[in-house]
Each structure stands twice: as structure tokens, then as C-alpha cells.
């Protein structure tokens, strides 16, 4: 399957079957816009179709993301906190 447009606000890479989804706002500490809203939901839908999918991770990126190191984790026993 195709990789999403290339998007402003979001990074994906996608590796041995985990999806990496990173916040890319560190100007803006990562918070959610409109934008980033529309391209994390495209980015998710795409990803649900996917058979070299497994495991998706949420990150921020930037010096904010210091203060709360880690992310979020989903695969199909549930959402964690990594």
C-alpha cells in the first residue's frame, strides 16, 4: 500500500510492522491543530488497512517532549502508555 501525502504537522515511518506517528509542532509544543487533527486521522485510516501493520506509536517531537518522555502505543491488545 501507498505511503500517505507527505504531511506538515505529522511524520510517519513505518518499520519491521510498526507504525511510528510523530507530532511534528515542537515550535508549537506539539499541540493539536486543525491540521495535524486532518492528517493524523488520514494517517491512521490508511494504516488500518495495511497487513505489514501491527503496532502503532504516538509521539511528539522536539525539546517539549522532554518533560513528558514516552508516547502511546496501540496494537490489537489494546492502547498503552510507552
Known sequence: MTEPE???D???QVTRGIATISFARPRFLNAVSENLL???LTTLYSLEHRDDVG???VRGTGAGQDA???GLVAGS???YRA
Open 6 to 8: 507527505a504531511f506538515r
Open 10 to 12: 505529522i511524520d510517519l
Open 38 to 40: 486532518r492528517e493524523l
Open 55 to 57: 503496532v502503532i506509536v
Open 68 to 70: 513528558h518522555p514516552g
Open 77 to 79: 491488545g489494546g492502547l
